[in-house]
């Protein structure tokens, strides 16, 4: 590989690596604050004690996505130097935001930690869980609006080469930026509900303490109906993306669905084989005009095709499996989740809930939810190919020369590996042969309920 590919590898796997953690980071204070909320609402240990075992494993996850993030700047200037010469002063104000929410949510996430039973009011504990929600949310956004400013740049001049006249909220605040950003929050917010019901659910299957049965039932019941409600939120999240892109970015959402003619009526292409050749699509599963409805909510809408733009501005066309993939998880997770909930709600069904084949399918929801975040980004990000700033510069020209990099990936790629061990270790033991039971009772005793 030249130092172009390597570069794109290396900062691939950064980043199929620290998503990971940045959807955690995301994602689960509000998950904590909400089962805390239940608590002192319902007056209920067991989600008291949700909450507290939910933000113990919560801070593992934090130090490491901290070492992740930090490389990922680091390697801006290490793989990226020509984009950081001419793009790095403009994204300048979303980076140092991103920073400083990040330190803000580490502060309270402190505070809130080691303040249990500090207040004489739960409820001013659960204020603390605020800043926190807030401080992860605006991180991702930041970083977001950086990742948006590549897609669709803007607040600035191009002259001689040079990006001028820089206005740096313009580009912060970039056209993608909104839709991106309620994106990036709904599916890292559906993500960590499903994770924590496949925990819930195999601790149903394999958890060798039958006390901490109706705690891990209360806890699938509660992560499954939030994930019902935030994949919807993901959905819409979806449908407007694919709207922005029909406007926006037309080149992507073709290739996303092979749509190689401008055509109404365009239909929506689930997976298949491609001969770009002959631009034949074979073996797919179609649905006719789909494409042009959710490109602008009418069957009629014209979509452009790949012909209508140059072969060498082109996305590869396996982003288009990458969109197939991610769909079909959050399909999956949709489905699970709301087969769960039916059971929940009907009386004649409820003894199904908690059957062995519906628990295995709880189980899968969190690495389907993980894999689709993983497709996401990877749809994305060569989606977005050839360019690295849209229009203005492409990737090719915007890395490195240096050698030795095939070194440095073997050496990032055993860091990440020690790094996803360790975490998992740590998480592991943390609550092996750990009963949630016990604690539940110490918080009962505390209140003077036994």
């Known amino acids: 590989m030249d130092s172009v590919e390597i570069a794109r590898f290396l900062t691939g796997m950064t980043l199929a690596v620290h998503i990971i953690f940045a959807t955690i980071g995301v994602g689960m204070p509000l998950m904590f604050a909400i089962a805390e909320f239940l608590g002192i609402k319902k007056k209920d240990p067991e989600y008291l004690t949700l909450a507290k075992r939910w933000v113990k494993g919560y801070t593992i996850t934090v130090a490491v996505g901290v070492v992740t993030g930090t490389i990922i700047g680091l390697q801006l200037s290490l793989l990226w130097p020509s984009f950081m010469k001419i793009g790095g002063h403009v994204i300048a104000l979303p980076l140092f935001m991103e920073t400083f929410a990040f330190f803000f949510e580490a502060i309270f996430l402190s505070i809130y930690l080691y303040t249990w039973d500090r207040f004489k009011s739960q409820w001013t504990h659960l204020i603390i869980s605020i800043p926190v929600i807030l401080g992860g949310s605006f991180s991702a956004l930041f970083i977001t609006s950086v990742n948006s400013f590549m897609n669709t740049p803007a607040g600035f ?58 705690y891990h039932k209360k806890a699938l019941k509660l992560t499954m109906i939030l994930g019902l409600i935030f994949t919807l939120g993901s959905m819409l999240a979806g449908d407007m993306s694919a709207k922005f892109l029909h406007q926006e970015q037309p ?7 092979w749509h190689f003619d401008t055509q109404s009526k365009s239909d929506l292409v689930f997976f298949g084989v491609l001969d770009e050749d002959k631009q034949e699509v074979s073996g797919a599963v179609k649905i006719p005009g789909l494409l042009s409805f959710l490109a602008d909510n009418n069957v009629n809408t014209k979509v452009k095709g790949l012909n209508d733009f140059k072969a060498s501005e082109l996305p590869p066309m396996i982003v288009h499996y ?48 993980l894999l689709a975040i993983e497709f996401g980004w990877f749809l994305t990000e060569q989606g977005r190919q050839p360019w690295i700033i849209r229009g203005y510069m492409k990737v090719a020209q915007a890395a490195t020369q240096a050698g030795g990099l095939t070194l440095v990936t073997i050496l990032f790629g055993l860091l990440y590996l020690v790094l996803l061990v360790t975490a998992s270790y740590v998480l592991i033991r943390m609550f092996r042969n750990k009963p949630a039971y016990k604690e539940i009772d110490e918080l009962s005793s505390e209140r003077g309920d036994h």
Not at 346 to 357: A, G, H, I, V
């Open 251 to 257: 080149e992507k959402l073709a290739a996303y669905e």
């Open 322 to 369: 990458y969109f197939d993939l991610m769909v079909a998880m959050g399909v999956f997770c949709f489905i699970v989740s709301a087969v769960f909930i039916i059971t929940m709600i009907f009386k004649r069904l409820r003894r199904w809930t908690f059957k062995k084949p519906l628990l295995y399918a709880a189980i899968l929801t969190g690495p389907a939810a």
């Open 157 to 214: 001049e191009m002259k001689n080469g040079r990006m001028i006249n820089v206005e740096p909220w313009a580009a912060m605040f970039n056209d993608s930026f909104l839709v991106r950003s309620f994106h990036v929050v709904a599916t890292a917010l559906m993500t960590m509900a499903f994770v924590l019901a496949t925990i819930a659910a195999f601790k149903l299957l394999k958890n060798k303490f039958k006390k901490d049965a109706a």
